[in-house]
């Protein structure tokens, strides 16, 4: 499935760097959102956009800043991270936000040392 | 706000064997959606129920909703070792914002 890409799949940073990640869907999609998923933790909603705008912030700390230039392309920009923040980090995407179904990434593997 | 609770965290099961994973709110679900996730892999949409009572079926997968539409459940009939994986219900708002349920893990021994 090639539907929605991630880059990079893996990802190891110190506390003290900054890294983007980057997330492009071909469905023509108009939604798109970041997922953190951890060990033990349910999927966690981060942010929610729509034609570009972003409509829900899931109380997501500053150290995570979201960028959608367009309806194709998300980024994650990362910052000062800690320990805890080490997960996989998905990208997903659907035609409206009340679409059956949202469309997944492969994901991002992120360890922060 | 909204929770899903989801029952058992993990199944194990010969191949075979059937199996059911539940889902569970305290407030009534505009609809449930339901995930498969391969481990290594990323969430995969199955189906999405809206009605009250709805039963749908893919294959060996029976999806249902329950009348309250505060529960549904998605039961694996005569399970094989391609279906191990989590498996996520999840319930949305227009707003687009998707509120998962912890997952179950499905393991089938051979």
């Known amino acids: 499935e090639t539907g929605v890409t991630q880059t990079p799949r893996h990802l190891v940073m110190g506390m003290t760097n900054k890294k983007s990640l980057k997330c492009e869907q071909h469905l023509g999609h108009n939604a798109m959102y970041w997922y953190k998923q951890s060990a033990k933790k349910p999927l966690e909603l981060m942010f929610v956009?729509?034609?570009?705008?972003?409509?829900e912030n899931n109380s997501v700390p500053s150290r995570f800043s979201p960028e959608c230039p367009n309806s194709s392309h998300l980024f994650l920009h990362l910052h000062t991270l800690q320990p805890e923040d080490s997960a996989l980090y998905l990208c997903a995407s659907s035609q409206t936000l009340a679409s059956a179904g949202q469309f997944f990434g492969p994901g991002t593997r992120l360890t922060v040392l | 706000g909204q929770q899903v609770m989801q029952i058992p965290q993990y199944q194990h099961v010969q191949e075979g064997e059937d199996f059911t994973t539940y889902c569970n709110s305290s407030?009534?679900?505009?609809?449930i959606q339901w995930y498969k996730q391969r481990p290594g892999g990323h969430p995969v949409f199955l189906i999405q129920?809206?009605?009250?009572?709805e039963v749908k079926k893919q294959k060996r997968l029976t999806f249902q909703f329950g009348e309250a539409k505060k529960n549904s459940s998605l039961h694996i009939t005569a399970t094989q070792t391609t279906d191990v994986g989590t498996y996520f219900c999840?319930?949305?708002?227009?707003?687009?914002?998707?509120?998962f349920g912890q997952g179950t893990t499905l393991q089938v021994k051979p």
């Open positions: 999840a319930s949305s708002s227009n707003t687009g914002k998707l509120i």
């Open positions: 956009y729509n034609f570009k705008e972003q409509t």
């Open positions: 407030t009534t679900l505009s609809n």
């Open positions: 129920l809206v009605k009250s009572g």
